[in-house]
T-cell receptor, first 115, second 109 residues
Framework: DAGVIQSPRHEVTEMGQEVTLRCKPI?????LFWYRQTMMRGLELLIY????????DSGMPEDRFSAKMPNASFSTLKIQPSEPRDSAVYFC?????????????FGEGSWLTVV | KQEVTQIPAALSVPEGENLVLNCSFT??????LQWFRQDPGKGLTSLLL?????REQTSGRLNASLDKSSGRSTLYIAASQPGDSATYLC????????FGAGTQVVVTP
């Protein structure tokens, strides 16, 4: 299996621009997670989906952030408009359901810099 | 809300010593507890997963224990090597995964 695939791997954008991060989960996994990692705050859960439905978006910082999962093999995280404080590594992860034996698998991350 | 804490935040040991990394969580109603490794500039790699009904898991030089009643998990790495240098994170799952801040480990030759 190819693992969780994220794109772009690196993005540098100007403040105010729209940023779209993409994720393809592992085939067959029905739980998908978006995390943000910074030195100051560590790894924060932004939102997670189960069977393409958002279950918990309490970690989404504000209305500038939105996430969608139109089908089982694709998800996006959008920031509009972007701000310098959004600079971070954004990880997508997937898991096979919520069973006790189900491991979560991470992508390599999207490194976002907003200048 | 589940809180996951890892102590110490950083650890440096000479090669060959055993590593002991601690993870504590506040809510014992977890599905599982998972340990990860993160190298600089990389994503997270799963090391071990302990289901809520289990007490420990082993893989090679790694052993992880789980004590739900006390809200603790410990990761042991035997005979550490410089290649073990990384940040180690634990995460508890009760629906979603809650991560600790990690322990940064340096193994010196």
């Amino acid at each position: 299996d190819a693992g969780v695939i994220q794109s772009p791997r690196h993005e540098v954008t100007e403040m105010g621009q729209e940023v779209t991060l993409r994720c393809k989960p592992i085939s067959g996994h029905n739980s998908l997670f978006w995390y943000r990692q910074t030195m100051m705050r560590g790894l924060e859960l932004l939102i997670y989906f189960n069977n393409n439905v958002p279950i918990d978006d309490s970690g989404m910082p504000e209305d500038r952030f939105s996430a969608k999962m139109p089908n089982a093999s694709f998800s996006t995280l959008k920031i509009q408009p972007s701000e310098p404080r959004d600079s971070a590594v954004y990880f997508c992860a997937s898991s096979l359901g919520s069973g006790t034996g189900n491991t979560i698998y991470f992508g390599e991350g999207s490194w976002l810099t907003v200048v | 809300k589940q809180e996951v804490t890892q102590i110490p935040a950083a650890l440096s040991v000479p090669e060959g010593e055993n590593l002991v990394l601690n993870c504590s969580f506040t809510d014992s109603a977890i599905y599982n507890l998972q340990w990860f490794r993160q190298d600089p500039g990389k994503g997270l790699t799963s090391l071990l997963l302990i289901q809520s009904s289990q007490r420990e898991q082993t893989s090679g030089r790694l052993n992880a224990s789980l004590d739900k009643s006390s809200g603790r998990s410990t990761l042991y790495i035997a005979a550490s090597q410089p290649g073990d240098s990384a940040t180690y994170l634990c995460a508890s799952r009760w629906g979603k995964f809650q991560f600790g801040a990690g322990t940064q480990v340096v193994v010196t030759p």
